[in-house]
């Protein structure tokens, strides 16, 4: 098993600039999420998914889409790059409904200049 | 006010210290408690985590939460030069699906 995996490790975007962040994992985890982490603010939840097709915001969504049409696989679409955007980005998954362990990523270094 | 505070150090001991770390949070609806700990330019990865109220013991670790006083803390015995990285408290509800992190402390053990 892979876990989680992201793409790209690295990434430098132009303002006005879009992308999308891939997230895959061969768990086969009913739940996923993607959180942003800033020094001094630890990991922020962006958007978060509880299944294939139902999908919802977390504390931070401003400026970003997700969509889940598979189990395996949960993209986060940065729309229009901002320099606020300059983060570290982690995809993390769960098995489901009785779970108390979330895995996550080894991350996506974006920075947007 | 963030929904969990925690102190983001750095915080350096000597091998063999004990280490406390510790965080505060607001909302009394989350029933699970978790320390994650981060390897620099690595993923989390959970260490520990506590249902409720009490103690729960993992060898060197020991995880505390007070609900009374919405306290979570860490404690690493022996303290090893493995043991350097960040430190994440969290909460969180069942499925793990929406947690809420603290600021993460950075921790060195100075050989």
């Known amino acids: 098993n892979a876990g989680v995996t992201q793409t790209p490790k690295f990434q430098v975007l132009k303002t006005g600039q879009s992308m999308t962040l891939q997230c895959a994992q061969d768990?086969?985890?009913?739940?996923m999420s993607w959180y942003r982490q800033d020094p001094g603010m630890g990991l922020r939840l962006i958007h978060y998914s509880v299944g294939a097709g139902i999908t919802d915001q977390g504390e931070v969504p401003n400026g970003y889409n997700v969509s889940r049409s598979t189990t395996e696989d949960f993209p986060l679409r940065l729309l229009s790059a901002a320099p606020s955007q300059t983060s570290v980005y982690f995809c993390?998954?769960?098995?489901?409904?009785?779970?108390?362990?979330?895995?996550f990523g080894q991350g996506t270094r974006l920075t947007v200049v | 006010q963030k929904e969990v505070e925690q102190d983001p150090g750095p915080l350096s001991v000597p091998e063999g210290a004990i280490v406390s770390l510790n965080c505060t949070y607001s909302n009394s609806a989350f029933q699970y408690f978790m320390w994650y700990r981060q390897y620099s330019r690595k993923g989390p990865e959970l260490l520990m985590y506590t249902y409720s109220s009490g103690n729960k013991e993992d060898g060197r670790f020991t995880a505390q939460v007070d609900k009374s006083s919405k306290y979570i803390s860490l404690f690493i015995r022996d303290s090893q030069p493995s043991d350097s990285a960040t430190y994440l408290c969290?909460?969180?509800?069942?499925?793990?699906?929406?947690?809420?992190f603290g600021q993460g402390t950075r921790l060195t053990i100075n050989p």
């Open positions: 768990m086969n985890h009913e739940y």
């Open positions: 993390a998954s769960s098995l489901g409904q009785g779970s108390t362990e979330a895995f």
């Open positions: 969290a909460i969180g509800g069942r499925g793990a699906q929406k947690l809420v």
